[in-house]
């Protein structure tokens, strides 16, 4: 049964924070408080807490700004120090995979082991030709000083973190886990893998999802600022020009032309990291992109996705699995949050699974 009461998801990025306040424990959760700050730069760079002070004392403007009275919450983490590989190993009882894992991790993280947060899942179970049964552990590792950081900003701000979780897991909550429960629910077969790319400020997390498990996480350094910063550094623009260009608000065909190139040799990162992922498991049932975060919006960004992956892309929705509250917003600007929100909504429903 998921856990009755509020659950708040806090999703701090390289630009901004944003937290989803949601009531679960009903059927439909509900989304009761939806707040977001901008960061000024320096705090946060590429997913990784630069100032933890002055990152503490936004987390508590705005707490107070918008009247959040809960102060437990559920915080994402993505950055160059996690690492998420699988590790296959013979079927085993949970307790004894525990000690597996711990005995076996140091071959699967470039991390000393004593230096690390560790965490598992089992995500699929199959038989080898030769009948040895068989499952495939997704391995997530953390180095234990930037979770700290993360930890001492948090804390500072008088709040309580009650779990940290990949930001790539929580997303898989707001973008794709109703569709399965629906199909569950309709005695229907899952379909295919699902491909989500998550495009932030300063990275873009790709999670490969089978039947609502996640089987692939990859972290690209590289989002949505810094194409800002390529414009404006190229072309010695303002940063709010790039934005414009970013947009297809431009008619300068120089810096269009530089934006179409560099979004080119992006998505040309994102189809390595899925042809590593086919060749890796043989899985060829990729159906679809789903394509969730700020960056996101750039023009042109889901026709180069298409011709450079050769899927359908979808524009990802997180308040489709969620009722909406009473929020400050119109209907119009809860439309322009919505790619940005993926995270934070996904983090506040872990208390809705079973």
């Known amino acids: 049964m998921a856990k009755a009461g509020v659950a708040i998801g806090l999703d701090i990025s390289t630009g901004s924070i944003k937290v989803a306040e949601v009531n679960v424990g009903r059927r439909e959760p509900i989304l009761s408080n939806l707040a977001i700050i901008m960061l000024p730069d320096g705090v946060v760079r590429e997913g990784e807490v630069d100032d933890a002070a002055t990152l503490a004392s936004y987390l508590k403007e705005l707490w107070k700004q918008n009247r959040i009275s809960r102060r437990k919450v559920i915080l994402g983490v993505s950055n160059q120090k996690v690492i998420v590989r699988p590790m296959d190993l013979p079927y085993m009882p949970e307790d004894e995979l525990a000690s597996a894992v711990k005995y076996q991790v140091q071959e699967f993280i470039p991390i000393p082991i004593d230096d690390a947060i560790v965490d598992y899942e089992v995500v699929d179970e199959y038989m080898t030709g030769e009948e040895e049964r068989m499952q495939t552990v997704l391995l997530a590792a953390a180095h234990r000083e930037m979770i700290q950081s993360f930890l001492d900003a948090v804390l500072q701000a008088g709040l309580s973190p009650v779990a940290i979780e990949l930001k790539a897991f929580a997303m898989v909550r707001s973008l794709v ?62 940063p709010v020009e790039a934005e414009e260009i970013k947009r297809g608000r431009s008619t300068d065909n120089d810096a269009n032309a530089l934006l179409q190139r560099e979004i080119q040799a992006f998505v040309g990162e994102i189809r390595r990291s899925l042809e590593y992922y086919i060749s890796q498991t043989q899985e060829r049932d990729l159906n679809k992109v789903i394509l969730s975060g700020s960056g996101s919006k750039m023009i042109n960004l889901p026709l180069e996705l298409n011709r450079g992956l050769r899927l359908p892309i979808e524009i990802g929705h997180p308040l489709q699995n969620v009722q909406l509250g009473k929020l400050p917003y119109t209907p119009e600007e809860l439309a322009e949050l919505e790619a940005s929100i993926a995270v934070s909504v996904g983090l506040a429903l872990r208390d809705t699974e079973d």
Not at 179 to 191: I, K, N, R
């Open 177 to 238: 886990k109703k569709e399965y429960q629906f199909l569950e629910e309709e005695g229907g077969e899952a379909p295919g893998s699902v491909c989500l790319i998550n495009i932030g400020a300063g990275i873009c997390n790709i999670c490969v999802v089978k039947e609502g498990t996640p089987r692939f996480v990859r972290m690209l350094m590289r989002g949505g600022d810094f194409f800002t910063k390529l414009l404006c550094d190229h072309l010695n623009l303002s």
